[in-house]
């Protein structure tokens, strides 16, 4: 084991208290610590071989580092942050006052330049994130009690000039999305996570459905929206979409799972290759397993009859003797092995 200590300071020497230091890849191998009113941190217990480091706080360029570790070893690391870039800009709509919107900006390069801060624009519309990196960032802009999608997204290199952002009213939510979650038989599934889906936005919430299986969502912004589930025990459910207007709302109705099954592969001889299985029912898709070393396992899949195809190194491949179909049946894992071409 080695250990590691340091100080965390601004670039004109300022100790940066409760500054956060962080050793390893994000995950549940990282450790964090938090620096001392002078700036300082330590770590004990590390791992040996080579780890990386990143030190950070807001307002300040992140720093990382590559460490080497070797058994009593006690390393030292000195990061200094800098100010780092800026980007500027200002909200512009009329008669509107932004101080209770807010913001949300990250790095499009997490590897080299991570980030990712909140902010509240003024009540003119301004705002200011502070310690970007030299890299294209996407900023999401919410309105106030309505946070579940933004209503206008965009990306943006600091340093440039300020942006100007014109936020149209006819975007402004004004929707709302309802329905209600059963199984086969019509009775109401409680619980059950769900993700709404925006096909113009670039991430999806995860919602719950309420005691009855109902949700109730709103105000979210016009466009089209679609409802993607996936239970335990259950086939993943996509709904219809449809397309909402300024001030409409729309109830999905009874949104109806299908209890299923799994498929287990077993390779007869582990894959020199990165190894994928797709799965056909019918004219399309339904769903991929990832081979990790020798065996993979499906999502829960519909009953039914699938075709297996063969993906090798990202490319479709023929076997000279076509894979057998399988048939999926509710509350069982039907096991198949299999031997590449």
């Not at 791992?47 to 030190?55: D, I, K, R, S, W």
């Not at 086969?184 to 709404?196: H, I, R």
């Amino acid at each position: 084991m080695s250990g590691l200590s340091g100080r965390v300071s601004a670039a004109g020497g300022r100790p940066l208290a409760r500054a956060q230091v962080q050793v390893g890849e994000y995950g549940f191998a990282s450790r964090f610590t938090r620096a001392d009113g002078e700036g300082r941190y330590q770590f004990e217990n590390l791992p040996l071989g080579e780890f990386q480091v990143q030190a950070e706080t807001d307002g300040l360029e992140t720093v990382k580092s590559k460490l080497f570790g070797t058994s009593g070893a006690e390393l030292s690391w000195d990061p200094v942050l800098g100010s780092g870039l800026a980007i500027r800009g200002r909200l512009v709509a009329h008669e509107t006052d932004f101080s209770k919107w807010w913001m949300y900006c990250e790095s499009l390069d997490w590897d080299k330049t991570p980030y990712a801060q909140s902010a509240t624009p003024k009540a003119d519309g301004s705002f200011e994130f502070t310690g970007c990196g030299d890299a294209v960032h996407r900023i999401r802009i919410h309105a106030p009690d309505a946070g579940l999608f933004p209503v206008a997204t965009l990306e943006a290199r600091p340093g440039a000039e300020p942006l100007i952002v014109p936020i149209d009213s006819a975007v402004l939510p004004s929707c709302r999305l309802r329905g209600r979650i059963v199984d086969e038989d019509g009775a109401p599934l409680a619980g059950v996570q769900f993700n709404p889906i925006l096909s113009a936005a670039g991430f999806s919430p995860i919602e719950t459905a309420d005691a009855a299986g109902r949700f109730d969502l709103g105000p979210v912004p016009p466009g089209e929206y679609g409802i993607r589930i996936r239970a335990k025990g259950y086939a993943a459910h996509q709904s219809e979409k449809v397309t909402l207007a300024a001030n409409a709302s729309w109830d999905f109705g009874d949104l109806q799972l299908q209890r299923g099954g799994s498929i287990a592969i077993h390779l007869a001889h582990p894959a020199t290759k990165p190894v994928s299985i797709e799965l056909w029912r019918g004219e399309s898709s339904q769903a991929w397993i990832g081979i990790q070393g020798d065996s993979g396992r499906s999502e829960t899949l519909a009953p039914g009859e699938y075709e297996l195809r063969l993906w090798m190194d990202g490319a479709r491949i023929e076997a000279a003797v076509a894979f057998p179909r399988v048939t999926v049946r509710v509350g069982e894992e039907t096991a198949v092995e299999l031997t590449l071409p």
